[in-house]
């Protein structure tokens, strides 16, 4: 694929638009709080856009057009299923206790519910996590653009990174949302094209689910068995593992999402972000995941030539498919010099958007969990803006040196996500508990998520799946690596759960004053009764629930 | 405070220029899969898209 004056062009554009943006912004910061929290002060629309920009990763995008093609829809059940409940969940149920409990981060809402160790486990491994997860990211980018473009690989992960370091040192955490919402409009617009184009071609859905295996254009009619459907799950497996475990924990307890809506202006406003977010969420699979479905019934396909309209990739030299350059490769069979300008950038931008999402939420948690608690206590505020600027700066550098230990030891970075899911897994039944029933104190919360984790790691050892886990011995064989991950989460939940309440009621409880503002039935929850109907979390969540359901019967 | 919508409007108004003077410039501009004025296509609805956030940055300016 090679690219045109304009194409260029175009990118300079956005590139000129980011910093613009931050530069902009730069004034609004005089505090720490501004830095890392936006003052909450950011309008409602825009946390909600931002809510769900700083989730869709360059990652997340090549790898639902690569689920797609591998999949089929039943990759959107990462949507409707995986982020849709959790997401109104955290809206309507959540939310009052984080913003009213004016916590900073949610591992300083571990630390008012429960006591510091909690913080600590969850602050130090959300930190590592954060850097790890946006260094693997910029690998995937580079490693992408350089497969596809010939460009340096060194080049594209230094200079992406200088750009998203410029802005969110300019502006900080305000300046990443602004940006976040710029990126979502312009992932929509560089990716939607392709979307239409990739299926007119295919000759419409219609066409698509002619020329696929049936179980490949529907969502729920094959979830009966692990056998009968591509990915190898079972309707259980799906529903509590992903629908339940998995989704809850990221979209309810990662600071990196929850951090937009705390960022909102209002209460109301906070609880609404994930609602409204919900909505274009829902849409997205269209946009990110259907282009690889038609990938492949496009490949399927003959022009007049007598060649096929379109091949799958292969990895160099090999014969075994390389999903993940599909969304690239279309691209180049569909977009003329000017739109691929904007399918680039918009990549570009979805990079972008997850890695100051992460680089954002790192510094908030380092700055505020980690070093004010334990570094240095009581500085005057203008001393942690000043942390709060150096951290950005630290955070970019570590995920830069997390990218290349990525591109040198790919197997290490397989293993620290892999542990960084065990510590994950459990984290929601903590949540769940310390926000729903007032008896669960800081001894059974620490206990429950240490055993969480051994929990998922033992899950991991015992059973196999293509091959992989089993270090402990061969107890199950799961039919794939998707439904092993599933169970170690349910199994991860259900330890963390159990050990909580057991040791819990064997500890002395928390001072019910002590827990006012933190605890479902001990916290006046206002209702926003003068508001209009659509300014209120529940009805929202009612529409919203309304047409994720209707979605997924269309589809099933 | 900034409105977000004018530099997002300005953005989409320059990117939707920009491809819809390519599809009226080179309108025989293809890609291997392509029939169509793509760049023209998808040109005008950033331009409307672009357009409609500055009226409404503009409007709220007014109040």
């Known amino acids: ?556 | 405070m900034l409105d977000l919508r004018v530099p997002s409007g300005w953005f989409f108004v320059i990117l939707g220029a920009i491809l819809v003077g390519m599809g009226l410039f080179a309108p025989d501009l293809r890609a291997p899969l392509t029939e169509t004025n793509v760049n023209l296509y998808s040109g005008l609805p950033m331009l409307a898209f672009g357009g409609f956030l500055l009226i409404m940055a503009w409007r709220a300016v007014r109040k």
């Open chain 1, 1 to 556: 694929m090679k690219l045109a004056a304009v194409d260029y062009v175009i990118l300079a554009t956005y590139f000129a638009f980011v910093i613009g943006i931050g530069w902009m912004l730069r004034k609004k910061v005089s505090t720490s709080g501004d830095f890392l929290l936006s003052g909450r002060s950011v309008p409602v629309w825009i946390t909600s856009l931002a809510f769900i920009a700083a989730n869709l990763g360059a990652q997340e995008l090549i790898g639902m057009a690569a689920s797609g093609a591998k999949y089929g829809i039943m990759t959107a059940h990462f949507y409707w299923v995986g982020a849709i409940p959790a997401m109104l969940f955290m809206g309507i149920f959540m939310m009052p206790f984080y913003y009213g409990s004016k916590a900073r981060s949610v591992p300083e809402f571990l630390k008012m519910r429960f006591d510091e160790k909690t913080r600590g486990y969850n602050a130090i491994t959300f930190a590592v996590m954060t850097v790890f997860s946006s260094g693997i990211s910029m690998y995937a980018l580079g490693l992408l653009l350089h497969l596809v473009l010939n460009w340096d690989f060194n080049v594209c992960v230094l200079a992406s990174a200088a750009i998203v370091l410029a802005y969110t040192y300019l502006g900080g955490l305000t300046s990443a949302i602004y940006n976040e919402v710029l990126q979502f409009f312009l992932i929509v617009a560089g990716f939607a094209p392709l979307a239409i184009l990739a299926c007119a071609k295919a000759g419409g859905w219609q066409g698509i689910v002619s020329r696929l295996p049936s179980n490949m254009t529907h969502s729920w009619h094959y979830m009966g068995s692990a056998s009968q459907n591509p990915m190898g799950v079972e309707l259980f497996g799906m529903v509590a593992g992903l629908g339940f475990v998995l989704s809850f924990g990221y979209w309810c307890t990662n600071f990196l999402v929850v951090q937009r809506a705390m960022a909102a202006d209002s209460m109301s406003a906070a609880r609404r972000t994930p609602l409204l977010g919900a909505i274009p969420k829902m849409f997205l699979p269209f946009i990110v995941i259907l282009p690889g479905i038609a990938a492949v019934a496009l490949a399927k396909m003959v022009g007049p030539d007598g060649a096929h309209l379109y091949d799958l990739p292969l990895k160099a030299g090999g014969t075994v498919k390389d999903y993940d350059q599909v969304l690239t490769t279309l691209m180049a069979r569909f977009y003329p010099a000017g739109l691929l300008g904007v399918g680039l950038t918009g990549l570009m931008a979805s990079f972008m958007s997850g890695m100051a999402g992460n680089v954002t939420a790192f510094n908030t948690v380092f700055t505020y969990d980690i070093y004010q608690s334990y570094i240095r206590k009581s500085a005057p505020d203008s001393h942690y803006l000043m942390v709060g600027r150096m951290t950005t700066i630290v955070g970019v550098a570590l995920s830069i040196g997390a990218a290349y230990v990525a591109r040198s030891y790919n197997n290490i970075m397989d293993l620290l996500q892999f542990v960084f899911g065990f510590v994950n897994a459990p984290l929601f039944a903590t949540f769940l508990l310390g926000m729903f029933w007032k008896r669960s104190t800081a001894n059974g919360a620490f206990s429950g998520m240490v055993s969480g984790t051994v929990a998922a790691s033992l899950t991991w050892g015992l059973t196999v799946a293509e091959g992989k886990g089993g270090i402990f011995g061969t107890v199950y064989t799961f039919p794939s690596v998707m439904a092993q991950n599933f169970w170690i989460a349910i199994f991860a939940f259900s330890a963390c759960f159990l050990v909580t309440v057991v040791v819990s009621l064997m500890t002395a409880p928390r001072p019910e004053k002590e827990l006012e503002g933190l605890v479902y039935g001990l916290t006046k929850i206002r209702h926003d009764e003068g508001a209009k109907w659509w300014q209120r979390p529940a009805p929202l969540a009612i529409c919203v629930s309304v047409l994720v359901i209707l979605l997924n019967i269309w589809f099933a």
